[in-house]
């Protein structure tokens, strides 16, 4: 009849291609979805870095330098932003230009 198929849904009928995708249930999709997972699960061991803790971290006293540090300086660019002037810099329309 004139239409040839190729095997990844491709068709060409009189010099125009056409492409169908038949519909995906959700079954397939949550299938596909965890499928996607797996490798994020499984390497998440090799995070460990050999310790066989959470980021490494060996010694409850670690975590204190792991949560103050990045504290420290949320806090310290909190007040600098409280500081700094509020206006808008581009906001101002210069009347010398159109």
Same mark, same amino acid.
């Given at each position: 009849?004139?239409?040839s198929v190729a095997?990844?849904?491709v068709s060409r009928r009189a010099g125009v291609m056409e492409m169908s995708a038949r519909p995906v249930s959700k079954k397939t999709m949550s299938a596909a979805r965890l499928i996607?997972?797996?490798p994020i699960v499984s390497v998440a061991p090799a995070l460990a870095e050999g310790t066989g803790e959470a980021l490494?971290?060996?010694s409850n006293l670690l975590f204190l330098p792991l949560?103050?540090?990045p504290v420290a300086f949320f806090v310290l660019?909190?007040?600098f932003g409280s500081q700094q002037n509020?206006?808008?810099f581009f906001g101002e329309k210069d009347? $010398? $230009?159109n």
């Open positions: 009849s004139g239409v095997p990844i849904g996607a997972f797996a490494g971290i060996d949560i103050l540090i660019f909190a007040q509020n206006e808008d009347d $010398r $230009r």
